[in-house]
């Protein structure tokens, strides 16, 4: 399947948008309830979200070969995206490190946590922004267009928002506007379908004097509707979740759906890449 040989990297970005989609909602939810036993599940749980955004970054190491790479890529923080998305996802690691080391601990002042949880979510942004323009190359055409703002915004949301409320939903949620979550990732997903398909149409315009961008990934279409049905199926179990918000597997399952539908999606954005003339500089 075209695009695999770029593992490292669809774990990375995608664990990264969930897990700073997930991290908006948990920030809401903070602000919005006062139970305090819902409030120290809260930060219980957010424990998994510094694991998996610590895998993410594993599997981005892994993909530049060596960690003293890595610390290399940060040489150029504020004229390349590229150390752009490392250093503030690095920021953004560290601060959620930090908030939850502190109040696992009970370290963390009431009016400082409020602070903390602002900064963390607007570097979450920032690093999102980052790893988003790393990919609009002039001379990857089937990359540098808005299909990608669309994919990996999108990402936030249906891989975010999913894993943020089978995290969250207990019978002991007591913020009725938490309940529409669903919902809003229902319209994502209609949204994401939608660009998906008109993607699809695109990619015959898209043409080169040795290659078709459609002849990179001849199981589009196949793979687009697993990917969909994926969601589908975790969109149904969210639902699901409203009635029964103790159902452990179904959140299991949420999780998995949605972030491996996102994955398959991630490995078609890969597979897409082709260029167009020589790029000169740096």
């Known amino acids: 399947m ?3 040989h770029e593992l490292p990297l669809i774990i990375f970005t995608v664990l990264a948008q969930s897990v700073t989609g997930a991290f908006l909602l ?15 599940y809260i930060h219980k749980v957010m ?8 895998i993410g970054f594993v599997a981005s190491i892994l993909h530049l070969g060596s960690p003293l790479r890595a610390f290399n890529s940060l040489n150029r923080v504020g004229s390349s995206m590229l150390s752009n998305e490392i250093a ?3 920021v953004f690691f560290a601060l959620l490190g930090g908030y939850w080391l502190l ?22 942004l920032i690093f999102m922004y ?11 055409p089937t990359w540098n267009n808005s299909f990608t703002y669309w994919q990996f915004y999108l990402t936030i949301i249906l891989g975010g928002w999913s894993l943020g409320y089978a995290l969250l939903q207990t019978d002991r949620t007591d913020v009725a506007i938490f309940r529409q979550v669903p919902k809003a ?28 961008a459609v002849d990179l990934v001849p199981d589009f279409a196949i793979l687009t509707a697993i990917r969909l049905t994926l969601l589908a199926v975790s969109i149904a179990l969210l639902f699901y979740l409203i009635r029964q918000p103790n159902s452990v597997m179904s959140k299991i399952l949420i999780i998995v759906f ?20 020589t790029a000169v500089g740096g």
């Open 2 to 4: 075209n695009g695999l």
């Open 26 to 40: 948990f920030s809401a939810l903070l602000f919005l309830t006062q139970d305090k036993f819902y409030r120290d």
């Open 47 to 54: 424990f998994i979200l510094l694991a998996l955004l610590g």
């Open 88 to 90: 503030s996802g690095s």
């Open 103 to 124: 109040t696992l601990f009970n370290k963390m002042p009431k009016g400082l946590a409020y602070l903390w949880l602002i900064l963390t979510s607007i570097v979450g």
């Open 130 to 140: 980052m790893m988003n323009q790393v990919y609009h190359i002039a001379t990857v």
């Open 185 to 212: 990732i229902t319209l994502a997903f209609l949204l994401s379908a939608i660009v998906t398909i008109y993607q699809g149409f695109h990619l015959s315009s898209i043409v080169t004097p040795v290659q078709q």
């Open 258 to 277: 949605a972030l491996g539908a996102e994955m398959i999606g991630r490995t078609l954005f890969y597979g897409l890449h082709m260029t167009v003339g």
